[in-house]
């Protein structure tokens, strides 16, 4: 079967996580996660495969780290809720010292969690998804490049089809493929300097 | 070409194909570097009928993006509403009843045949050869008046829906359906007798736009493109859907990769539509064509999803991400017109301007297909 192979050779990068997803519900095989820099050299190792490249296509993930934050926040303040809830009980019903004691641990941690901080940067997630001719076996590989420097290299130098869906992705969220020959709007107006598909483009 | 290259007497000039050009099939821009005949440098010029179907996607619900997929590829709507509705169902874990999936199948494989007649007649069109074209649309009109009494358009098809059909066919249906098999049976060997048989046409197609197998794995190109070149890569065989795992066909293969061996994949496929057609109609199932309980508003759980069909011009792919709400989050289309023009700049250079127009034909190129 091309996944174990796949998955092994994939495996072998440093950033790289592999993951087998259910090709029934999902609609592809292998879920790949690996850093911004080392996309070339999964490419290269899908190629050496004998896979064929779909598409490559970002996904903004505008609000992500907020949403996260507050989901954290949230789930802190219940768990600090709870566990006054079972301080109070215990502390009626036995009335200990050491009861009463131990609560304001997790308020803290909470607090720290939810306003504290700033969230962390938002990223865009660019994928790439590659199939193979002979054998079933779609793998789709993952990278998140932040927001304010969306760079990442170009894998067009390995599969030249990947030219075009890149400077694609590039009229559509702005990304930055470093080494790409030609970033022109390729769908866009020639003159265009907006970015589509980024959440917060407004026409 | 180097040598001349080398030469500084050596001049090239730069010509201008669109995009407004009977050749490009719609308004899509080649530009050429020219060295007297031979082409040196082709760079297609996308994005003049660019539409951003993928931010709609964004700005509406599930149900409400059903008719903008049937206006990418606009030759093989029923094929595009297909993949879209099996990516939805797929996220939302909804499933269609068999009867429903035999009418898709029925229905999309009718649309190929439209898709590759009117294909066949405008190439050879483009070729000089006029008389195929009127063969071709007498042919396609059955089916297209056929499609009209069941999804209510001729072109831009909406007939699918999460769960299955807008509605069941007429009891004309099957008759109708089984007089096209028929038709199209007995005519085929008077297109191969006028088309594949005529020594013009061979003479400017055989050998005319070599695409290697290698090319088509590092451009993705899919389709008779990638099958024209030795591959026998099909998504219905490939990765099976709907009902075709229970329907006998083969998948046309040829090895030369020239024009030629592109035009006889098409052909070819049309005789398999045919079968499957026909098969279809007899396993067909009674029952009804929508399932029971499909939630009015659709909000897939969240992660993302990809689902592929076989459109008449290639694989044909939804990206599906979704947040759990009732739009999708991010709506990719991979569609195969876009990966398969991509390798026209490779592929044409040291072609002559003449054969490199027949070749560019042989691709089957719907631009709004390339620019979504």
């Not at chain 1, 865009?124 to 779609?138: A, I, P, S, T, W």
């Not at chain 2, 007429?170 to 007798?193: C, Q, S, T």
Request: hydrophobic fraction near 40%; proline fraction near 6%.
């Amino acid at each position: 079967m091309k996944t174990n192979a796949v998955e092994k050779a994939l495996g072998a990068l440093g950033s790289a996580q592999v993951a087998v997803s259910d090709h029934a519900t999902r609609g592809f095989h292998l879920n790949v996660t690996v850093n911004p820099e080392e996309v070339v050299r999964a490419a290269e190792v899908l190629d050496a495969e004998g896979f064929f490249i779909e598409a490559v296509t970002g996904v903004d993930w505008l609000g992500e780290q907020e949403a996260l934050a507050k989901e954290a926040a949230k789930k802190a303040a219940a768990a600090q809720k709870a566990a006054e809830a079972a301080a109070a009980e215990t502390a009626e019903q036995g009335g200990g010292e050491e009861g009463a004691a131990s609560p304001p641990e997790p308020a803290d941690e909470a607090e720290a969690a939810g306003q504290g901080q700033e969230p962390a940067e938002d990223s865009f997630e660019v994928v790439y998804d590659f199939n193979h001719f002979q054998q079933l076996c779609r793998v789709t590989v993952r990278t998140r490049v932040p927001r304010s420097n969306p760079e990442l290299p170009t894998i067009s130098t390995v599969y030249p089809g990947a030219d075009w869906h890149e400077r694609e992705a590039h009229d559509f969220f702005g990304l930055i493929f470093t080494g790409h020959p030609d970033l022109s709007p390729l769908l866009l107006p020639e003159d265009a300097d907006f970015h589509p598909l980024r959440k917060d483009y407004k026409p | 070409m180097s040598e001349w290259a080398a030469d500084p007497s050596y001049e090239t000039f730069v010509l201008n194909m669109g995009p407004q050009h009977p050749a490009t099939h719609g308004a899509l821009r080649v530009k050429l570097r020219m060295d007297g005949e031979y082409i040196v440098e082709a760079e297609p010029v996308l994005g003049y009928i660019h539409r951003m179907h993928e931010k709609m996607g964004e700005n509406r619900t599930y149900l409400q993006f059903m008719p903008n997929t049937g206006r990418l590829d606009y030759l093989s709507a029923l094929s595009y509403n297909h993949g879209y509705v099996s990516a939805v169902e797929r996220a939302a874990g909804i499933t269609v009843p068999e009867r429903a999936e035999y009418l898709r199948v029925i229905t999309v494989e009718l649309n190929r045949i439209s898709s590759h007649l009117l294909w066949v007649g405008a190439f050879v069109l483009d070729l000089g050869g006029f008389t195929p074209l009127l063969y071709a649309m007498d042919d396609r009109e059955q089916i297209l008046d056929l499609l009209e009494r069941v999804t209510g358009s001729r072109l831009t098809y909406c007939y699918f829906r999460f769960g299955g059909l807008y509605n069941d066919v007429d009891d004309d249906f099957e008759a109708g359906a089984r007089a096209i098999v028929k038709r199209m049976r007995d005519k085929l060997p008077m297109y191969h007798n006028l088309i594949s048989k005529n020594i013009i046409l061979r003479q400017r197609l055989e050998g005319v736009g070599p695409i290697t197998g290698e090319m088509c794995r590092k451009y993705g190109a899919t389709g008779p493109v990638a099958r024209g070149s030795g591959i026998p890569y099909d998504v219905r065989r490939h990765e099976p859907y709907s009902v075709y795992p229970e329907l006998d066909f083969d998948i046309p293969v040829y090895e030369q990769g020239d024009s030629m061996a592109r035009y006889l994949v098409r052909m070819d496929e049309i005789e398999q539509s045919l079968r499957i057609i026909e098969q279809g109609l007899d396993k067909m199932p009674d029952g009804p064509v929508m399932a029971e309980k499909v939630p009015k508003i659709i909000k897939p759980p969240k992660g993302d999803y990809y689902f592929a069909v076989e459109a008449a011009r290639g694989s044909f792919g939804v990206r599906l991400v979704s947040d759990g709400t009732n739009t999708p989050y991010r709506l990719k289309l991979r569609s195969p017109c876009f990966s398969n023009v991509s390798l026209f700049g490779e592929a044409a250079r040291g072609m002559l301007l003449a054969d490199a127009v027949a070749m560019f034909g042989s691709l089957d190129l719907v631009i709004p297909d390339i620019d979504r």
